[in-house]
């Protein structure tokens, strides 16, 4: 009984030491960010689009929404860069930088239209704060991972549009199916 106690009591005196020594390099693994929007906006763009539009889906629907950001970066249709195009949608000038006729247009503040961009999270008029550390962490892998290393790139096959399956736009019906992944249907130009 005796042996069994002081055999428990180093097995726990190791793991804790392990665990002390180990704790240096995962420093808390979750909340580190792989990359800042000052160091890298344009994955920061793009995770911030795959956890506020597939956050919630399984990898295979978040690669596919960043590979659909990533074949309208390639469609002369839409904007250049991922920024951009996540981005993009109708803007309006602030009311108070309006008012103030001496502004630079570089010092006047514009915010996009409510309910008119073409990823939703964007522009519907809640904050845009990461409340999940977890996902967050994962979208910003799925970002670096498509963009740099090129994984699961073309899983959408060349769709530029998608909707979640319990809306029905109106342009669906103007574009050809691709299939839907989670729950997102894809589309692209035919």
Known sequence: MKSTIIWAL????VSTAFAQTQASTFIKPVQDEL?????QPELYCLAQNIYFEAKSEPLAGQYAVADVVL??????????TICEVVQEGPIKESWKTKQDTTLSDDERIYYPRKNRCQF????????DNVRDSDAW???????????????????????????ADYVSPKWASKIQ????????IFY???
């Open 10 to 13: 180093a097995v726990m005196t």
């Open 137 to 163: 962490r994962i979208a910003q892998e799925v970002a670096f991972r498509i963009v740099e290393e090129k994984r699961m790139r073309g899983i959408t096959e060349g769709a530029t549009h998608y909707h």
């Open 177 to 184: 199916l691709v299939g839907s992944i989670s729950t997102h």
């Open 120 to 127: 939703s999270w964007y522009c519907d008029g809640k904050a």
């Open 71 to 80: 074949n309208r970066v390639n469609d002369t249709r839409y904007p250049n």
């Open 35 to 39: 990359f800042t929007e000052e160091r």
């Open 188 to 190: 692209r130009w035919q």
